[in-house]
């Protein structure tokens, strides 16, 4: 009965007509908040009654062994894997289990994957112009055209990520750490409020890892940056607080100096030798 | 506006001045130069290039999916013959009483099937405008629904590429039964007129070369704006990392959906231009076998130009009709050959080849490069 009395109800809106992209909620404090997450392969739990809480314009990095759970959990937050329980929110309005990876890439949240992933018959402009945060259904995709302010923000990219030269290459012919930076500068397009970044410093020389540190902390603040690194140094010049993962689950948080004085991180990465 | 785009760009503007230059030399050529001169085109050739022409759009179409979206589709053939079996639902009606049997409605396959009304989906294509409209929203439709489920399920490569195959083979098998009511095995022909213009007379066959000519211009022109446009730059980041485009949010299959259809359509108005031109459309052009063969004039021609896409069928076209002409048995042995010689030492296709010695000739020049590059395949 009471169902229908809220068909007649003209003040109702229906559940389904709500906006979905309405301004993230981060008047709480955290942007991001996954709460005893776990999800299984096979019989493997990857992520094991995970709890994590990411505050707005944090700088954040994540460590953990090799199957920690690291790459799994990023493919929750983005859409990629359901879990199989638990309940993953952004900022305190979205829901993000119930939405697809577009709708979360648009709703702010960018991610560098763990191998570069560029568009490489593409040219390094035409990579960050795709990026750039705009509406990005078909219509409007086919009728956009390049203007000055357009121009004016990918060459502010192109500065910062140090490709302008290279702008007219196609993206195939970047070195490595040449990739890591555009995809870096990818998100920058995307403008988004929490950037998940896997591994960016892999296979980059001691003096690209440092321009990468100075953007990753200029980010901070602004955007809330999640990074997951396996180079101790470079997460020891950039974090502020460091999370340890091991078997799914959170195994110790808190400043780089006390997290390695703690003993099961130290029997964690060292093993038996501990 | 976004479609007239591409005429700013040099290949376009080539393209279209040849194709021009070729119609208005074969009209003038078949027109003034007297009969038994060596150089008069026949009436026949003009036939011949018109249906050349219909295949060429059909290439452009599937080059558009395959070569920008990387959708290999081997059902092309499917769009273009449901755009061809719309067309000739038109000319069957416009028949009359013409037909063997002189009944005024019916054609004559249903007479002879002892129908006697007319099934409901023959009716309103006794109206050119109906029969055109359905010539663009039969296939275009039967791409949504068969695109919509395939792409929002994921399906990619080459399990999408089985899935069209067996979609053309089941549309195959259902047209030839006599049941279906499009006149089974032998399909429907004998047309007579179209919009009041017979069909057999030359002018009329002239006019459908010079129509169809126009068609490739207007179709091209459309492919040439979705891909020069940042439209087309998605479609090319979807092809190549389709994971990473959704993470920057775009919605993969809506971009593959809208691009399908578009393509099928085109294929359609292929389909129904090629009909009136060769005066049958029967179940064999749904055959898998016709829709791979599509894909070799792609290839051949060079994917990802469009321009290569009509190189490539008019090409293979042109020898087809040679060697089935000269040594009809060697036919499918040379198309073999070629496949694989072009895929060989031409990877890029005729178009890939056209373009390095393009590139060769500028270095030679020795001028700096402010084109804008081609995609590399």
Known sequence: MN????????????????????????????????????????????????????????????????????????DIITGKTRPDEGSVWFGSRHNLLQMNEPDIASLGIGRKFQKPTVFEALTV??????????????LPTLTERMTGEIQDRIDEVLLLIGLKNLHRQP????????????????????????????????????QEMERTAELLTGLAGQQSVVVVEHDMGFVRSIARKVTVLHQGSVLAEGSMDQVSSDPRVIEVYLGEEA | MWLTQPLYERSTRIFLGVL??????????????????????????????????SYALLAVAVDLVWGYLGILSLGHGAFFALGGYAMGMYLMRQIGDRGVYGHPELPDFMVFLNWDALPWYWLGFD??????????????????????????????????????????????????????GFGGNNGLTDFRDMLGFDLRTDT???????????????????????????????????RDAEARTRFLGYRVERVQLSVFVVSAMLAGVAGALYVPQVGIINPGEFSP?????????????????????????????????????????????ALGAMFVLVTVLLPRGIAGLMHNLNERRRRVKDKPQDDQQELPV
């Open chain 2, 289 to 333: 076998l016709f829709s791979i063969e599509i894909v070799i004039w792609v290839a051949l021609g060079g994917r990802a130009t469009l321009y290569g896409a009509v190189i490539g069928a008019l090409l293979v076209n042109y020898a087809k009709t040679w060697f089935t002409g000269v040594m009809p048995d060697a036919w499918l042995f």
């Open chain 1, 125 to 138: 402009f035409q990579n960050l112009e795709l990026a750039r945060a705009t509406n990005k259904s078909i």
């Open chain 2, 20 to 53: 021009l230059l070729a119609m208005s030399l074969v009209t003038l050529l078949h027109l003034v130069v007297p009969a038994d001169h060596p150089l008069h085109v026949s009436a026949y050739t003009v036939n011949l290039l018109g249906k050349y022409l």
């Open chain 1, 171 to 206: 993206a195939g012919i970047l070195s490595h750490g040449q990739k890591q930076w555009l995809e870096i500068g990818m998100l920058l397009m995307q403008k988004p409020r929490l950037l998940l970044v896997d591994e960016p410093v892999a296979g980059m020389t001691e």
């Open chain 1, 3 to 74: 169902f229908f009395k809220q068909l007649v109800d003209r003040e109702r809106v229906f559940d389904f007509m709500v906006p979905q992209q309405s301004p993230v909620d981060v008047r709480h404090g955290p942007i991001l908040y996954l709460e005893d997450v776990s999800v299984s392969f096979d019989g493997f739990r990857a992520i094991n009654k995970l709890n994590l809480t990411i505050d707005d314009g944090e700088l954040r990095c994540i460590i953990g062994p090799n199957g920690a759970g690291k790459t799994t959990m990023m």
């Open chain 2, 127 to 180: 109206s050119f405008w109906f029969a055109a409209l359905m010539v663009l929203l039969v296939p275009g439709l039967l791409a949504f629904a068969f695109g919509y489920l395939a792409f929002r399920s994921r399906v990619t490569g080459v399990y999408l590429s089985i899935m069209t195959q067996a979609l053309t083979f089941a549309l195959m098998l259902a047209f030839f039964r006599n049941e279906m």
């Open chain 2, 204 to 238: 009329t066959r002239l006019v459908l070369f010079l129509v169809t000519g126009l068609a490739l211009a207007i179709g091209y022109l459309i492919c040439r704006a979705i891909v020069t446009s940042k439209l087309g730059r998605v479609c090319v980041a979807c």
